[in-house]
């Protein structure tokens, strides 16, 4: 068989593949990426920065190259760049995250640099597509303990700041009259993204980052308005979407990232056509979760 | 200081104030004092600083000169006792949050921590959501809301936590006929029933004189307070906005403002009464 199909085909020892060393590596990895990601979606789509975190994974493409080009581990550049661009767009706040103009200006830049790090360190196109498609399944035991503290910083920063930083996301003004630290927690935020962004750069990449950090939360937010219940749909969703990739990536050998982006996706398209698209057109349908009576309270 | 006949101190006390933004002098000499109860309609043009006294009084932005004392106290940030909402409520357009989450925020939402909300607290919101009207559409987004019911909504928050001063920022804007009475009987009933006091940026004084006690206005560049019933005259009206204004009393007693402006071809120019 020839063609650009001629690799394509179902590997009858999926099983072996999947239980091997590897890609037990590659499914706790993406399961610590999966929860921090989708945790924070709530929170980037409620401060309405999905663009900056867009902005950030690209910011996170010179940090990967500019570490080969040093010799430090990529995490470590990539973890400098994001945390450093996350204050930066942290610092000038909301006002910078919103400058659509100002954050493609400097995605595009972090692009370019990204580009001449990876020339300067005579990188080869393999690295450099790991860096913006990910490489999953080349995740080592180390990354595994860097990604497993990230996760832990995520959850744990959020069990205290959530509250405060959903009013803060969602009511800023009000949140600033009572006492809430609009500042402090926007800086904390951005920088918790910036840890979730270095970890999902190495499962998706750069390019695809959205799909695993925005995505579930959108689908998740189009079922319920809870906050509880959509940051659990979110992760289920990016936990389903990691592990389908991978199950999907045994059976056929081809590229993770792209199963794992494509089955968030799917889910979307199909809450989607469930709620049949009640966002852009006059009357709103009720959300399809949200009809029985019931008080919860938020995060 | 003085007190107002209750006892309690002034909602609002301003002496020798004044406010800079960004090296310019908003308004400055602000000597005033808006007693406890009142329902004051802050008034004047645009840009005269109408919301920069709420930020003062919500400790937002520090007075450059003067002395300032917000019920009795020192003006500062997450002071309880004052319930506030901004103009254009950016939540209101938020989808992603439920009224009732908001409202809640209100109460807890400066809470560090995972502690949940109480069975105590959800009642609290409950019973805000009913006493503005919104208790049957507490369970639905923000976004899905008419803008009347998303300032019900907004206007929950700021009384949840039993806030003793209401600071609304044109809360009657983008609102049809209907929608704005309704407010304006809410505000009169809130104040009726817990003895509120309530500040109301205004740029349409029509709708809230049947509810106004007092006055605020901010007038060449200082704040005034006085009774309503002395704002509301041609003279010093035409003379705050700068454009001829007129005052129209009803064989029926009621009150209202009207601009005076007249096309040229259909009638006179100026004041009729």
């Known amino acids: 068989m020839t063609g650009p199909f001629a690799d394509v085909r179902f590997q009858s020892n999926w099983l072996d593949i999947l239980t091997s060393p590897f890609m037990q590596h590659a499914l706790i990895g993406g399961s610590l990426v999966a929860v921090a990601a989708g945790l924070l979606g709530y929170f980037v789509i409620t401060r309405q920065n999905a663009f900056a975190a867009h902005a950030l994974a690209h910011i996170g493409f010179p940090g990967a190259t500019g570490a080969i080009l040093v010799g430090v581990p990529v995490t470590v550049g990539l973890a400098v760049f994001c945390v450093g661009g996350g204050l930066l767009i942290g610092l000038f706040g909301r006002r910078l995250a ?22 300067l360190a005579s990188a080869n196109a393999r690295t450099t597509t790991s860096v913006l498609f990910g490489n999953l399944l080349a995740i080592s035991r180390g990354q595994l303990v860097v990604f497993g503290a990230f996760t832990a910083a995520v959850v744990l920063a959020l069990a205290v700041i959530a509250r405060p930083l959903m009013f803060a996301s969602i009511d800023p003004e009000v949140a600033a009259a009572r006492g809430v630290p609009v500042r402090a927690l926007g800086i904390a935020f951005v920088v918790l993204l910036a840890l979730t962004i270095t970890m999902a750069v190495q499962v998706v990449g ?77 009357a709103p349908a009720p959300p399809l979760l949200d009809t029985h009576h019931h008080h919860p309270h938020p995060a | ?70 019920l009795g106290g020192a003006p500062r940030r997450g ?53 503005v009207g919104a208790a049957a559409f507490a369970d639905r987004r923000m976004s899905e809301l008419s803008g009347g019911q998303q300032q019900r909504v907004a206007i929950a928050q700021a009384i949840v936590d039993d806030a003793d001063l209401l600071l609304l920022d044109e809360p009657l804007a983008n609102l049809d006929l209907r929608n ?10 809130l104040h009726r029933e817990r003895n509120v006091t309530i500040m109301v940026v205004a740029h349409d004084l029509n709708p ?26 041609e003279e010093l009206l035409t003379h705050l906005y700068g454009t001829p204004v007129g005052v129209v009393r009803t064989a029926q007693g009621d009150l209202f403002t009207r601009a005076t402006w007249r096309d040229p071809q259909l009638g006179q120019a100026g004041p009729t009464r």
């Open chain 2, 208 to 233: 809230l004189l049947p509810v106004l006690t007092d006055a605020v206005y901010l007038l060449d560049g200082h704040p005034h307070h006085a009774r309503i019933s002395d704002v509301v005259q």
């Open chain 1, 98 to 119: 919103d400058r659509e103009m100002a954050t493609g200006t400097i995605l595009a830049l972090a692009t370019a640099l990204g580009v001449l790090f990876a020339s």
């Open chain 1, 206 to 282: 750069t390019l695809l980052l959205f799909a695993l950090v925005v995505t579930p939360a959108a689908t998740a937010l189009r079922l319920t308005a809870r906050p509880a219940l959509v940051a659990a749909i979110a992760v289920g969703l990016a936990l389903g979407s990691v592990w389908g990739g991978l199950v999907l990536a045994s059976m056929i050998d081809l590229p993770p990232s792209f199963f794992i982006v494509s089955l968030a996706v799917l889910a979307w398209l199909i809450v989607l056509g469930l709620s049949g698209g009640r966002r852009g057109s006059g």
């Open chain 2, 79 to 131: 002071n309880r006792r004052i319930g506030y909402v901004p103009q254009n409520y950016t939540a209101a357009v938020n989808e992603a949050i439920r009224c009732r989450d908001l409202v809640t925020l209100g109460l807890t939402g400066g809470r560090f921590g995972l502690r949940p909300t109480s069975a105590a607290e959800r009642a609290r919101v409950d019973e805000a959501l009913r006493r």
């Open chain 2, 180 to 189: 704005q009475q309704e407010v304006v009987g809410l505000l009169g009933d």
């Open chain 2, 1 to 70: 200081m003085s007190t107002t006949p209750d006892g309690r101190p002034p909602a609002l006390v301003l002496d020798g104030v004044s406010v800079v933004r960004g090296g310019r002098t908003v308004w400055s000499q602000g000597t005033l004092t808006v007693p406890t109860g009142a329902v004051v309609g802050v008034i004047g043009p645009n840009g005269a600083g109408k919301t920069t006294l709420f930020q003062v009084a919500l400790g937002l932005l520090p007075a450059a000169s003067g002395r300032v004392a917000v």
